[in-house]
């Protein structure tokens, strides 16, 4: 809409405010990501605060936004000497998820240099986004190497261009910001140290306070303009305090004692590197130049802790965000307390936060630790036919309920071991599908190895190619002397060969037998390091279980492999072993699969030990559930989870149906799994062929 939602009419999201705020009062802080679900306002607050930004005087004509006082000496578009001058609003920039790394930084007009032999610069989204708001939605979708430009962006204040001849570098200096939705998987824990602060926001519980919201959207969708008269007033004084705190900001003092306790809090947190202190340092200072003061207090150092380190102190995906404050306030109380006290213009009086047009002050809401997810106890030893009980047609061992749910024989969930590194496990072929690094695939990055012809714009030009395509029409062209015509049907694009991620699709035998000499936590260690591995190479994962009569999706596929640890921790175990029905649910999971993405190849991997028991002949009726794997070409690896001296070897079999293979437990740790890797890519390409 034309009219932005005033950024003062936005109800509660306290934090996410501040964030705001603080990066617009001082951009070095680095930004802000925000987390949680949808519909909390996320988009919303942004784009009002791109309205709420003071305007900006620039060069005319400059397509970098240089500021005429002080434009840019290596602006492409310079030198601007005494330049005319204009006024704009700050811009706000979208950065889409699938954007390519031309897009985002930009790039040499290749079509331009080949037919008018001009060595022209295509600016990108950072060069748009300079002195104003870069907005990248679902930034944890977006291609690990693109979140890398951005983030060096931000750091620098710059962009560096160095491709197909082109040497450019250029001002970026712009408030990033990235929301995302964490159920739909998380960023990688290096990018999240590039980002400044962190918020969580979540829907209020408060009817009063949803009902309010509810009024203000209705109010300004019926009438936007007269809407936003309303708040005309707060948002002017709003404006004026940014503008004052950043004249201010330069006169704040950071001394010895504040540096000191932000020292100890990264350090009692145990942050990796120091990119933590000098962003808790940045924000502080932000936080004593927005409450109108030139001292750094503790409580600002306090606050600046709760806003920079949840994001930080992650070491793996199934860590839970937040931060101890009971800890935090122990680390700030080493140095004791010796500030005055602040008074009602610090951050809990009037002309604080919460002053005119101001978030108001909120006690870390959102930045607490997380409960964690129950463990529950080691799972009772279970003999091999547990599931194989006399106690009636089901079996006196089997739950009479599907699983996940209690029922006659089902066990307490087990604890599961410590996740280990695991060896690559891919995709037979060549696939097609989104970035990742798992299987082989054509992508935009990578190695050369060959040509086409463009489907739409060029992006990478196949400079021999195009050379080859161009010469045997020269002479009809009209070329008699040395040069080359070069048009646009000549064009070729460079294919690369790089990697991508794939659906990998677990499927969990949760039966008695599984229970028996407490396995199932070393069975659950295992899924655990295989999602780790998942996530590392950006993989979606879904989670398949069946047990007792059923089987059900415990997870559908999802990027948020977090989301898959915390089922698999509370899975319960016990019953007999419906395997059909297991593999015919997970076949119906990618079914609906390959309707969505089409693209992404899926690699099953089956955790069970290949028994099959309850039902008329469940062995014939597993055997032709596996068959329709193998008839598609499906990738599956088979854990066989079956332990002790003597072994049935049942997994091995059923990989064999699969048209995949089996690796117990112990190869999963062991380098004899590059031979099962060997072992299924000469199995798809003996089914190919």
């Given at each position: ?6 950024f003062?009419?936005v ?13 617009a009062?001082s ?7 925000v987390?949680g ?16 930004m ?9 397509r ?22 204009a ?6 920039v ?14 040499l ?10 060595k022209?610069?295509e600016p990108?989204?950072l060069?748009?986004?300079?002195r ?14 693109l ?9 620098m204040?710059?962009s560096?261009v160095?491709?197909?001849g ?20 998380e ?6 140290d590039?980002f ?13 306070q ?5 009024r203000r ?14 708040w ?17 900001l330069?006169s ?28 808790m340092?940045?924000?502080a ?10 001292e750094?207090l503790?409580e ?5 802790a ?10 793996n ?7 101890d404050?009971d ?17 009602p ?28 997810s ?8 279970a003999?091999?036919?547990a599931?194989?009980?006399?106690g ?9 309920r599907?699983?996940g749910?209690?029922?006659a ?14 060896k690559?496990l891919s ?7 989104a ?14 190895t060959?040509a086409r012809r463009?489907r739409?714009?060029?992006t ?6 195009t ?15 040395p ?10 694009q460079?294919?690369r060969e790089?990697?991508e991620?794939?659906?990998?699709l ?9 229970a028996?000499r407490r396995r199932?936590g ?6 655990l ?32 492999v977090?989301a ?5 921790e509370?899975l319960?175990?016990?019953g007999r072993?419906p ?12 079914r ?25 002949d469940?062995v014939?009726l597993?055997a ?21 001296p003597?072994?049935?070897?049942l997994?091995?079999?059923l990989?064999?149906e ?21 072992d299924?890519?000469e199995?798809g390409?003996r089914?190919a062929?």
């Amino acid at each position: 809409m034309s009219t932005p939602y005033p950024f003062t009419a936005v109800v509660g999201q306290d934090d996410l405010r501040l964030a705001l705020l603080l990066n617009a009062v001082s951009p070095r802080v680095g930004g802000v990501l925000v987390r949680g679900e949808k519909g909390t306002a996320k988009s919303t607050a942004v784009r009002a605060l791109a309205a709420l930004m003071p305007r900006l005087a620039v060069v005319s004509g400059c397509r970098f936004a240089c500021d005429p006082a002080s434009p840019d000496p290596s602006c492409p578009d310079g030198p601007h000497g005494s330049p005319p001058a204009a006024e704009r609003p700050a811009a706000l920039v979208e950065l889409p998820v699938g954007a390519s790394e031309d897009r985002l930084v930009g790039a040499l007009d290749i079509e331009r240099a080949l037919a008018e032999g001009v060595k022209a610069f295509e600016p990108g989204l950072l060069a748009a986004a300079n002195r104003g708001i870069l907005y990248v939605d679902e930034v944890n979708l977006l291609h690990d190497h693109l979140v890398d430009l951005l983030l060096d962006a931000a750091a620098m204040g710059a962009s560096y261009v160095e491709r197909e001849g082109v040497s450019v570098r250029h001002a970026a200096r712009f408030l990033l910001v990235g929301t995302m939705n964490p159920e739909e998987g998380e960023l990688r824990p290096q990018l999240l140290d590039r980002f400044g602060l962190t918020v969580e926001v979540s829907a209020s519980r408060d009817p009063e306070q949803r009902v309010e919201v509810v009024r203000r959207r209705l109010a300004y969708d019926d009438d936007p303009a007269a809407f936003a008269a309303r708040w005309a007033g707060e948002e002017a004084a709003l404006r004026e305090r940014i503008v004052a705190a950043r004249a201010l900001l330069p006169s704040v003092r950071l001394d010895d004692t504040a540096l000191r306790r932000i020292a100890a809090t990264c350090a009692a947190f145990e942050v990796d590197g120091m990119r933590a202190d000098i962003v808790m340092a940045r924000t502080a200072t932000a936080l004593a130049a927005w409450a109108g003061r030139t001292e750094v207090l503790a409580e600002d150092v306090r606050r600046a802790a709760l806003l920079a380190l949840p994001h930080r102190r992650r070491r793996n995906p199934f860590d839970a965000p937040g931060l101890d404050e009971d800890r935090l306030d122990e680390a700030l109380d080493e140095f004791g307390d010796d500030d005055p006290d602040p008074g009602p213009d610090g951050p809990g009086g009037p002309g604080g936060p919460e002053g005119p047009g101001g978030p108001p002050e909120s006690g870390g809401g959102g930045h607490g630790d997380s409960a964690p997810s129950g463990d529950g106890g080691d799972a009772g030893e279970a003999g091999d036919g547990a599931d194989a009980g006399t106690g009636g047609p089901e079996g006196a061992g089997e739950g009479s309920r599907p699983p996940g749910g209690p029922g006659a024989g089902e066990q307490a969930p087990a604890r599961a071991a410590d996740p280990f590194r695991t060896k690559v496990l891919s995709v037979p072929g060549l696939g097609d599908g989104a970035a990742g690094r798992r299987s082989r695939a054509r992508t935009e990055q990578g190695r050369t190895t060959g040509a086409r012809r463009p489907r739409a714009t060029l992006t990478r030009l196949h400079l021999s190619a195009t050379v080859r395509a161009a010469a045997p029409h020269q002479r009809a062209r009209g070329r008699g002397g040395p040069g080359l015509v070069v048009r646009r049907d000549d064009l070729r694009q460079a294919v690369r060969e790089g990697h991508e991620s794939n659906l990998v699709l677990f499927v969990v035998d949760a039966s008695g037998s599984m229970a028996a000499r407490r396995r199932m936590g070393a069975v659950k260690g295992a899924v655990l390091s295989l999602l780790l591995d998942a996530y590392q190479r950006r993989d979606k994962v879904g989670l398949v279980t069946f047990r007792g009569t059923a089987a059900e999706v415990a997870l559908p596929p999802t990027s948020s492999v977090d989301a898959a640890a915390a089922r698999l921790e509370s899975l319960p175990t016990g019953g007999r072993t419906p395997l059909a029905t297991g593999l015919l649910r997970a076949h119906d999971v990618l079914r609906v699969e390959r309707l969505r993405d089409p693209a992404r190849r899926a690699l099953v991997v089956v955790v069970t030990d290949g028994r099959a028991t309850g039902g008329p002949d469940p062995v014939a009726l597993s055997a032709r559930a596996a068959r329709l794997f193998a008839a598609e070409g499906t990738a599956c690896v088979v854990v066989d989870c079956e332990t002790g001296p003597v072994r049935l070897g049942l997994a091995g079999r059923l990989a064999g149906e699969l048209g995949g293979t089996a690796v117990t437990l112990e190869e999963l740790r062991a380098d004899t799994i590059a031979g099962l890797v060997r072992d299924v890519r000469e199995t798809g390409t003996r089914r190919a062929a």
